[in-house]
């Protein structure tokens, strides 16, 4: 049998040790009328060799495009050692790191992890992870609710995410908080301060701030930050971790910085894999730490003084605490977070500023071009982050359609999420596209046009 | 020493980032980043290096028998990964249209279908990221179930003692109260306490099925029946599904909802503590429910169901789709198996755990549930050897680790007093549980002849004794360059 190393000379030994006659009198305390249930939808077990051409041919039925969809997942170049290392069996079999003295290695890893992404951030702390951006912005709402005292309400504007969006509203709702969302300015495409005065009327535990936004536009984060704290509520900044490379760190914004940074993690040496396993980031001010989900991992030393790391801060989940946990994770996204952490320690603060700056002239020229064509326009007028929203003389999805019969995914069709922006396109271009690629790209585009 | 400790300023890869640091001068300067962050300026060599030393700090399945309760540690077949991650796959954006994933998407659809036979329920979605995350879906659809039935007084929750901490957790997510209930003392859920808990206020009840005692719940079928006709709805976490996987389905158990732990009983790797996927089975009343998107096929082609079309829905989980590439590792797992191998997974799982529970015995360790058969798992307590002793399934968890054993699933649960929850999992063999069987001899042995050495253990491991209580009380979370 598959992966069972069992001979027929074990078995009659087992069951002998056992003093049983079966296998199948080990199942005798299940009562009999539940027991059957036949498979009838598995199929028979492929070979190695079987199962890897069925998976070759379906792999390249769906072949490879040019992609130039971002919208909060992003094709960036992943060194080779990157997954090579990630995926050694020391790595990718281990489990949670309850047995620290068997677990330095992932132990370490996540401890380092946690200072680049803390100092990626501009925040004082990072935890080991979460499921993913949506999620982390779900919890890092929860998060807020715990540590404001009166209120239950949280601004998200707009431009956050739609879908992050819906994934806060579907994990918080039960728990009585209120999700309000605040417009955005159609000319700008940005939170604007003067409509958020009109959300002030009551008590608010925190306003989110994407940076960039959902369409690639930066925000006004100093304002936003010093308006949430003005208004008595937490500032929690949803950024790309690769934009961070050249944009200033939450833990920077207005007087006092966010106090609290989520993101997507995907950018970070993650493939876009049809949207997972990807992992979402948290980091927080010193002042939060008990408050924060998820696992932390502490340095401290042994019986013999030599550093070493642990789990720490254990009390907070639900393994201790159960109903009183802050959250109810349990595994964070370990995996993910090595490939991460081999990813920042390859590129190192250069590189990953040389991927983010590459991605933005990349977009930036291509966003040039585009606009150069007769009734194509750039839609929002504000700086933005190697992403872009650009309006069309006709419908997106028919362009859409004519560039994918041309081996090109050309962007996401903003009135997916967004009704009132018909025939829009959200664009990027990361630092995998050359300049021969963003050429053939705008001469598809006109010809798709017509 | 730390990655920081290998860097020097200027230091940096040439063939990994473009080439040019490119202008961006159309970013306003308020908005630009001042101060470089603080990763590490090293070498490829350096990197590679580092993290492959990391690597062989740390137990794993790959390396060491890995016998961690609750957790199922059985082998991680390669072909899953390596074909897991074939470049279209890895490749594709989670926005590309359908049609330019028909393959990816054939697969999904018939890892439903495959899940769906398994369990014996009605509907599978394939969103949830993680076993607690498919708690928490499972029971926001056993609110929205109550509420589109205009039942709003159903607020509570039951959980037996034994349960992960996760169910409990997740119900207070949910905005539940928590009722907890015993356990009778041969390992059931104390049905008496169980009917005198449900009501009208009875949402619904989380059990695991065998038990985290490692133990089948007998009265399954009064169980459900008691929490039916309070008008509660029964929730199967999944997280021992590997005991009884073609033995019996949770469908027919009677079960509204379940989440199947795909880290666990499809063998997709536990990654050093992630990423998992639990997707979530449904029975026929709570379909309209399911959180989205899933497959469906019409006409010959696959495409995602989305809310429009399922107003009902508990709506999105994540960014995306759920975590495509561990759910293809998971089909994967299944198609090398078929249904014949499918079959003997619990089998050997449970051949193996009543083997190991009965050699054990033999050399004088004391089973919490004797008179029970093993599930896929079984406890082993300590509490006399601690009393006589005082040595603790911590002293004896960190012994083994010196011998080249990952310990068992400590303390948990927790109503088991210096309780070892041992789980061998199918792909062990023979030779292996009693290599393992003569190590707890030798420490037995040395129990009796310096309990000391044993209760200062490890002796052999890179690292003494961590300090735990130093971690949480001088925190240090972040390296800081000493300036």
Known sequence: MPFIPHTEEDIAEMLASIGADSIEALFDEIPADLKGGTLKEVPPGLSEMEITRLMMERASQDGFYQNYIGAGAYEHHIPAAVWQITTRGEFYSSYTPYQAEASQGTLQLLYEYQTMMASLTGMDVSNASMYDGATALAEAALMAVRSHKSSRRILIPETVHPVYRKVARAIVSNQKIEIVEVPFDQTSGQIRLESLDAFATDDIAALVIPQPNFFGVLEQVDALTDWAHSKNALAIGVVNPVALALLKPPGEWGETGADIAVGEGQPLGIPLSSGGPYFGFMACKNSLIRQIPGRIIGRTNDLNGKPGFVLTLQAREQHIRRSKATSNICTNQGLMVTAATIYMSLLGPDGLRRVAAQSHANTSSLIKKLTAIPGVEQVFGSPFFHEAAIGLPSSAANVLAKLKQNGILGGFDLQTHYPGLENTLLVCATETKTEADIENYVSQFRQALG | ?483
């Open chain 2, 1 to 483: 020493m730390l990655i920081f400790e290998h860097a020097r300023p200027g230091r940096r890869n040439y063939s990994q980032a473009p080439k040019t640091s490119a202008s961006v001068d159309d970013i306003p300067d308020h908005l630009l980043r001042k101060k470089q962050p603080l990763l590490p300026e090293v070498s490829e060599m350096d990197t590679v290096r580092h993290y492959t030393r990391l690597s062989q700090k740390n137990f794993s399945i790959d390396t060491e028998f890995y016998p961690l309760g609750s957790c199922t540690m059985k082998y991680n077949p390669r072909a899953c990964n390596a074909l897991a991650m074939l470049p279209q796959y890895l490749s594709r954006h989670p926005l590309a249209p359908e049609d330019t994933g028909q393959g990816f998407l054939a697969c999904m659809y018939e890892l439903q279908e495959i899940l769906k036979d398994v369990t014996g329920m009605a509907g599978i979605t394939l969103a949830p990221m993680a076993g607690a995350q498919g708690e928490l879906a499972g029971v926001m659809m056993i609110r929205a179930y109550h509420e589109a039935h205009g039942d709003f007084e159903r607020t509570e929750i039951i959980v037996p003692d034994a349960a992960h901490g996760t169910n409990p957790a997740t119900a207070v997510m949910c905005g539940f109260k928590v009722v907890e209930i015993p356990t009778d003392k041969e390992g059931n859920v104390d049905l008496s306490a169980l009917k005198a808990a449900v009501g009208p206020k009875t949402a619904g009840l989380m059990l695991t099925n065998p038990s985290t005692l490692g133990v089948f719940e007998e009265n399954i079928a009064e169980m459900s029946r008691v929490v039916h006709e309070a008008g509660g709805l029964l929730y199967y976490d999944g997280a021992n599904l590997n005991a009884v996987l073609g033995k019996v389905k949770p469908g027919d158990m009677g079960f509204d909802v379940i989440h199947i732990n795909l880290h666990k009983t499809f063998s997709t790797p536990h990654g050093g503590g992630g990423p998992g996927s639990a997707p979530i089975g449904v029975a026929k009343r709570l379909l309209p429910f399911m959180p989205v998107p899933f497959v469906t096929l019409e006409n010959g082609k696959y495409r995602w169901v989305t809310e429009q079309e399922r107003p009902q829905s508990i709506g999105h989980l994540s960014a995306h789709m759920g975590n495509a590439g561990v759910l293809l590792r998971a089909y994967i797992y299944v198609r090398l198996l078929g249904r014949e191998g499918m079959n003997r997974i619990a089998e050997f799982a449970t051949l193996n755990a009543n083997y190991l529970m009965a050699e054990l015995r033999k050399i004088g360790f004391e089973i919490a549930y004797p008179t029970r058969r093993a599930s896929h798992e079984f406890i082993v307590t300590m509490k006399d050897i601690k009393d006589k002793t005082g040595v603790t399934a911590m002293n004896l968890a960190k012994r083994l680790l010196d011998k080249g054993y990952h310990a068992p699933t400590t303390y948990f649960p927790i109503l088991v007093p210096e309780c070892l929850l041992i789980e061998p999992a199918e792909t062990e063999s023979k030779q292996t549980l009693d290599a393992f069987v003569t190590a707890m001899k030798e420490i037995l042995d040395e129990i009796e002849q310096q309990p000391d050495m044993v209760k200062s253990a490890p002796h052999n491991m890179p690292l003494r004794k961590l300090d735990d209580v130093k971690a949480a009380r001088e925190l240090d979370l972040c390296w800081k360059p000493s300036t």
